[in-house]
């Protein structure tokens, strides 16, 4: 089955280390988009990609960037993790820019 | 701009009592969707249902109903007879043609979703 996956599901890194978020999906969908998740925010879009070489910023792009080599990935980087980007990160994709948005599991990331 | 706003940010009930989520949102753009997702305690997102905006009908789906106005700009989704196994936090959102100044073509925009919790 057609799936999207992120790894990894938990991670602890210290401040000022680079760190870098796995996506990749298997539906070869077009768009992707990746998410952070805070108490009392709901979820905030960081980037998103339509296609291999595009990429966007979004709502909350400070601090992260991302890159589409393939369809199937697009792993989101934290340069200088700060502990404000201590979050919970999803990793979604769609068809088209008009349907519904299928998410992976989720990686905890926690700043120390 | 894009705005959903959920104003209940918990809500509590019994096994077997109805409960309705409130949303409402605000969009510019005459063409639109709207989506209520389910995340359960285990954390991922499930996609419950799209409507468009072109389409007011209401839908039911099991136990699952959804109530869409434009005339209110509301999408309330009703769960009849809840279960323990409903607790959930639950997001609506709103995703649009990119026509309204500062949304994003394609990207989901979510409120802060409500917590349901259903006690046996």
């Known amino acids: 089955d057609a799936e999207i996956t992120q790894s990894p599901r938990h991670k602890i890194t210290e401040t000022g280390r680079q760190v870098t978020l796995a996506c990749h999906q298997t539906?070869?969908?077009?768009?992707m988009f990746w998410y952070r998740q805070d108490l009392g925010h709901g979820l905030r879009l960081i980037h998103y990609s339509y296609g291999v070489q595009d990429t966007n910023k979004g709502e909350v792009s400070d601090g992260y960037s991302v890159s589409r080599s393939n369809t199937e990935d697009l792993p989101l980087t934290l340069e200088s993790a700060a502990s404000s980007q201590t979050s919970v990160y999803f990793c979604?994709?769609?068809?088209?820019?008009?349907?519904?948005?299928?998410f992976g599991q989720g990686t905890r990331l926690t700043v120390v | 701009a894009q705005k959903v706003t959920q104003a209940q940010t918990e809500i509590s009930v019994v096994e077997k009592e109805d409960v309705t989520l409130d949303c409402v949102y605000e969009t510019r753009d005459t063409t639109y969707y709207l989506f209520w997702y389910k995340q359960p305690p285990s954390g991922e997102l499930v996609f419950l249902i799209r409507?468009?905006?072109?389409?007011?009908q209401n839908e039911i789906s099991g136990r699952y109903s959804w109530n869409f106005q434009k005339s209110t700009s509301s999408f309330n989704f009703t769960i009849t007879a809840s279960q323990v196994v409903d607790s959930a936090v639950y997001f609506c959102?709103?995703?649009?043609?990119?026509?309204?100044?500062?949304?994003?073509?394609?990207?989901?925009?979510f409120g802060r979703g409500t917590q349901l919790t259903v006690w046996p």
């Open positions: 979604a994709s769609s068809r088209d820019r008009m349907t519904e948005a299928f």
């Open positions: 409507r468009n905006s072109f389409d007011e």
């Open positions: 539906w070869n969908h077009n768009n």
């Open positions: 959102a709103l995703l649009s043609r990119g026509v309204d100044r500062g949304s994003t073509l394609g990207s989901l925009y």
